[in-house]
């Protein structure tokens, strides 16, 4: 079956619109656009995400820049191809978006069903603090799967630097955008964004569940 059910992938941000819609790309004559929303995180500090959503619900809706808005959706993934290497382009998909943005609890969630695809990346910070990075493919309808950065902390890092590639896993967290320094082969360093979910909660799931 092509239909994949939604419940793998849900995202739940409440925050303001950060810059312009530009244009994305059109399928089937129905056109998409990107732009940012700005989302407060507890230490009031901001995380700034990609955001595409599609014309139909644009209408009647004016998102200008500082717009407070609640928007659900999931977390997509594409390769774009550009000066020779691919690189993972990671957006929200826009289902439902409406202007009445209150003040929540968490601003900021998300919830994934998928499978371990790359070995888990252990590690520890200067300050001793345990870091797992991992890579998890969620998949969606016409057999398409997302993959997604994702990166655990303390507890969950012990956890999760024993999965195996296609353990299939649950996890809770947040969408984080993160500044860095990129070298690149000509000596200069460029300011890049990355995005990751930060893991607060995950659970393995028994075999016997691995597929639907």
Not at 74 to 88: E, T, V, W
Not at 160 to 183: A, H, P, T
């Amino acid at each position: 079956m092509n239909k994949i059910k939604e419940t793998t992938n849900i995202v739940n941000l409440c925050g303001e619109i950060n810059s312009n819609l530009e244009f994305s790309h059109e399928v089937f004559g129905e056109k998409f656009y990107n732009c940012t929303i700005k989302v407060k995180r507890l230490s009031e500090t901001y995380d700034i995400l990609p955001i595409t959503i599609s014309e139909r619900l644009l209408t009647d809706l004016d998102l200008e820049i500082g717009k407070k808005v609640n928007v659900t959706g999931q977390i997509r993934s594409y390769n774009k191809f550009s000066d020779g290497k691919n690189k993972l382009i990671i957006t929200v998909f826009i289902k439902e978006i409406s202007e009445n943005c209150e003040e929540v609890k968490d601003p900021n969630t998300i919830f994934l069903d998928g499978y371990i695809c790359k070995d888990p990346v252990y590690r520890s910070t200067p300050l001793g603090r345990e870091i797992t990075d991992l890579l998890i493919a969620v998949n969606r309808s016409y057999n398409k799967s997302d993959y997604i950065p994702s990166i655990a902390w303390g507890r969950n890092a012990k956890f999760s630097k024993n999965l195996q590639v296609g353990d299939r896993i649950q996890i809770f967290g947040r969408i984080q955008s993160r500044e860095y320094e990129k070298k690149l082969e000509d000596g200069t360093v460029e300011n890049r964004v990355a995005y990751e979910i930060s893991i607060s909660r995950m659970k393995k799931m028994p075999e016997n569940n691995a597929k639907e």
